[in-house]
């Protein structure tokens, strides 16, 4: 909670509570989320603007076997509850079902050791084309120096195959310390090797259209909600999943 | 015209122990974020930095920063103010982290900002107040932020905490 309150003050709008699902262990059964209403009895403001601050809840689940991904598509209740799905693949092959198959809005790169994996175009342009975001981690960085090389190396080649595009930078800060604010995360997007306005969307429009590709995953097959701004409607045509119809206005 | 040009960084520091505020120095701020700058980009990111690095202006009240340094190398800087974790002055050490808040070419560009930025900080304050007193001293004081001709931004402080 301590987390939040330094969240708000420090400038962000929307943050995404992550519960983090690993396979490995038997028995693992997707708990319900933490509904934000039960941590803060009511919102503080945004500084700045006048809106209320968003709290999303947020799943990932950490795959190191194919047989984990069934899991997304069954029908349980618990991951509909959930605003985001984000999948931490461990190797190639469940890299790329993860980018081409699987119903997610992020894939998690992973950035404590050397990935055993390298990038291929193919796969990362079918996620591109899919709406998925590819999601970088900062606040290993901070805290460890090896961690920094490989953050910044896994950063960089996953840079020079998908040119910049469809990246979120996010923290998994535990603790309010380890947060930085919205621009000096934009500032840590230059060290990755993003350029200067892709770094700034990495921290703004990019986790934006993440939560929308959410939103369509949570609502129904082959519905489009329409939104009255133009631009939102054309993010929102990008963001349904190639399998569902998209029906356009 | 030939002119050195800088860029002048807006900084605020935040951290957990409330005590932390009142030790800031710009001593032990310039130490850290030199260590900082040495441990992101090395010798030649510090060389490179600390042409014309200094500490402008210190605000111990609401832990404000404003850093300077040569355009050429801000982007070094930049980068590295997030590595920034604890502040050490008189043989302790506070953890703590610098949130940016505002990149100007010049001071004055960056004293404007400040004082937006304290109204604004003013007006959060005063939305919390309870105590009658407290709130009538922060509306005088949102009432007499200008900018002034001294080099030193106006506007008072008040703690409610």
């Known amino acids: 909670q301590n987390i939040l309150t330094v969240c708000f003050s420090v400038g962000y709008s929307v943050v995404a509570l992550n519960h983090v699902i690993d396979f490995k262990e038997k028995k693992q059964e997707i708990i319900k989320p933490v509904s934000p209403s ?56 469940l890299f ?11 894939v998690c790169i992973n950035v404590t050791e050397k990935l055993p994996f390298y990038f291929r175009r193919p796969p990362v342009n079918m996620a591109i084309d899919r709406g998925i975001y590819f999601e970088l981690l900062y606040t290993p960085a901070i805290k460890d120096s090896t961690m920094r090389r ?43 090797g993003l350029s200067e306005g892709e770094a700034k969307a990495a921290v703004s429009t990019n986790c934006r259209a993440a939560m929308l590709h959410g939103e369509t995953r949570k609502s129904a097959c082959g519905v489009v909600y329409t939104v009255k701004k133009p631009r939102k409607v054309e993010e929102e045509e990008t963001a349904v999943p190639a399998c569902k119809k998209a029906k356009t206005q | 015209m030939v002119r050195f040009k800088n860029r002048d960084d807006d900084c605020e ?3 957990e122990d409330p005590r932390c505020r009142q030790c800031i120095e710009d001593r032990a701020l ?3 974020i030199r260590d900082a700058i040495t441990r992101v980009h090395g010798d030649y990111g510090l060389a490179c930095c600390s042409i014309s690095f200094t ?12 850093l300077r340094c040569r355009k050429d190398s801000y ?26 808040l505002h990149v100007g070419g010049t001071i004055r560009t960056c004293q404007k ?12 304050l005063l939305q919390n107040c309870t105590n009658e007193e407290e709130r009538q001293c922060i509306q005088k004081s949102l009432l007499s932020c200008s900018l002034t001709e001294e080099p030193s931004p106006s506007g008072d402080e008040e703690e409610d905490d």
């Open chain 1, 38 to 93: 039960e941590l803060f009895p009511s919102l503080p403001i945004v500084q700045g603007t006048s809106k209320k601050i968003k709290v999303l809840t947020r799943l990932t689940l950490i795959v190191s076997d194919p047989s984990h991904c069934n899991l997304l598509r069954s029908t349980s209740a618990n991951i509909r509850l959930y605003d985001i799905i984000a999948v931490f693949p461990k190797t190639e092959k």
């Open chain 1, 96 to 106: 790329h079902i993860a980018c081409t198959t699987l119903d997610v809005d992020l």
């Open chain 1, 150 to 192: 490989y953050t910044i190396s896994n950063a960089i080649s996953l840079m020079q195959i998908c040119k910049g595009k469809n990246i979120v930078i996010s923290s998994a800060a535990e603790r309010p310390l380890e947060l930085r604010g919205p621009y000096d995360v934009a500032n840590l997007g230059l060290l990755f």
């Open chain 2, 13 to 15: 520091v935040i951290s």
């Open chain 2, 30 to 32: 310039g130490l850290a």
């Open chain 2, 55 to 66: 500490v402008k202006y210190l605000n111990a009240y609401t832990g404000t920063v404003l």
């Open chain 2, 75 to 100: 982007r070094l800087l930049c980068s590295a103010l997030p590595f920034v974790r604890s502040l050490e002055s008189r043989a302790q050490r506070y953890p703590c982290f610098l949130n940016t």
């Open chain 2, 113 to 124: 900002f400040l004082i937006q930025y304290n109204t604004t900080q003013l007006l959060r």
